[in-house]
């Protein structure tokens, strides 16, 4: 059971360009979150996702544009990069219909803005 | 919008010794979900709290939810270095449509000296 992945793992990019970072899981849960963190910040959500092809924005979207066409994937792309952007970014995702909305996260992208 | 302070950042301790930490919401909370996050690692959930004044354990981890739901504490007795990493607490707003969302706190990067 491969739960929930992300890639890449670690990516440095140069300022302007853009780079996604892809999220996949494997337990088709409904609700998938993007965060980042930063220290002294904590987890700061970026975007949700409740289900394919709804998304909204989260406390800190600017910058960032999120896709969810297939359950399963919830990919995030920074359109042009900047060096506030050097962050670790985690995907997350959690059940619907349940009480316990308990969130699973992937193992993380660093990423480096230049 | 809501807002979830934890506090202390960071926390020193002698192997042996206790260790607070304390999280306060702006807002009433639905729940309240606690993650520990090891060096490097993800954060992974540990526990959720639901009902006004609630107490649950976990071997020599405490957590409580405050009579009003809008604070909570993790407690952690005697502490080893298996304990080392940051703990963060996570509400999800009372009421409304929050698909799932949770509001993380700072979290408490916990170091225990041998």
Not at chain 1, 32 to 59: C, N, P, V
Not at chain 1, 66 to 79: A, I, M, Q, Y
Not at chain 2, 15 to 30: I, P, R
Not at chain 2, 59 to 73: D, I, M, P
Request: glycine share 10%.
């Amino acid at each position: 059971d491969a739960g929930i992945t992300q890639s890449p793992r670690y990516k440095i990019t140069e300022t302007g360009r853009q780079v996604t970072l892809m999220c996949h899981q494997t337990w088709s849960h409904s609700y998938m979150f993007w965060y980042r963190q930063d220290l002294g910040h904590g987890l700061r959500l970026i975007y949700y996702s409740a289900a394919a092809d709804i998304t909204d924005k989260g406390e800190v979207p600017d910058g960032y544009v999120v896709s969810r066409s297939k359950t399963e994937n919830f990919p995030l792309t920074l359109e042009s990069a900047t060096r506030s952007q050097t962050s670790v970014y985690f995907c997350a995702s959690s059940e619907s219909g349940t009480s316990n909305y308990e969130q699973y996260f992937g193992p993380g992208t660093r990423l480096t803005v230049t | 919008g809501q807002q979830v302070m934890q506090i202390p950042q960071y926390q020193h301790v002698q192997e042996g010794e206790d260790f607070t930490t304390y999280c306060n919401s702006s807002t009433t909370l639905s729940n309240i979900q606690w993650y520990k996050q090891r060096p490097g690692g993800h954060p992974v959930f540990l526990i959720q709290l639901v009902k006004s004044g609630e107490v649950k354990k976990q071997k020599r981890l405490t957590f409580q939810f405050g009579e009003a739901k809008k604070n909570s504490s993790l407690h952690i007795t005697a502490t080893q270095t298996t304990d080392v990493g940051t703990y963060f607490c996570a509400g999800q707003l009372a009421g409304g449509t929050s698909y799932g969302k949770l509001t993380f706190g700072q979290g408490t990067i916990l170091t225990v000296h041998p």
